[in-house]
């Protein structure tokens, strides 16, 4: 099993929580390095985003949605493209 961290955290980010990709899916680890949501979502060129208002971009099945820092998902995976939230609005294309 290999995991690795991808990129660095986003100042704006709302959480402390890092993205990693084990066997093609993306999850989050803490500072500790624990997973905090197990890699599950689908492997993205590092599109998957970091967490703003609470809320982080994932993709299933070659479409966005939003999950908590749970890993539940908030906003079904319906878009073609999901942007971060700001002001509790999101750019999404349907």
Known sequence: MTIRLLWTKDPRSSASLFRIVQDGKVGFI???????????FDED?????DFSEGL???KVEDKWGYI?????????????????FRDDVALVYP
């Open 68 to 84: 908590d820092k749970h890993g539940r998902m908030r906003l079904p995976a319906i878009y073609d493209h999901a942007c971060w």
């Open 56 to 58: 982080a971009t994932v």
């Open 45 to 49: 060129n590092c599109e998957t985003g």
């Open 30 to 40: 803490d500072g500790a390095g624990r997973v905090v949501v197990a890699p599950q």
